[in-house]
């Protein structure tokens, strides 16, 4: 099962994972200790809306999943046919 994530404002190199997550309701952002406190409570008060939550993050992120790989596939059969490969 995946885990809910809770992360602060400040995820500029991480923006677009963060945005999917949140989209998804497996991600919260806080601002301060107090809300990171309130936010840390609800996932132990309510253990089933954590796993919800992560089960959705772990979802979003599935169709993500391999897309080094197919970013690679793609730039070898372009380079293979700028060198007159057949791809």
């Known amino acids: 099962a ?9 995820v500029a190199s991480v923006r677009e994972a963060a945005n999917l997550l ?4 497996a991600a919260r952002e806080v601002q301060d200790a107090a809300a990171l406190a309130y936010a840390l409570g609800e996932v132990l008060r309510d253990p089933a809306a954590a796993v919800a939550r992560g089960d959705a993050g772990r979802r979003a992120l599935a169709a993500h999943r391999g897309s080094a790989a197919r970013a690679r596939r793609l730039v070898e059969r372009v380079l293979g046919a700028g060198r007159g ?3």
């Open 2 to 10: 995946g885990v809910p994530v809770i992360h602060g404002p400040f």
């Open 22 to 25: 949140g989209e998804a309701g």
């Open 85 to 87: 490969a057949v791809p």
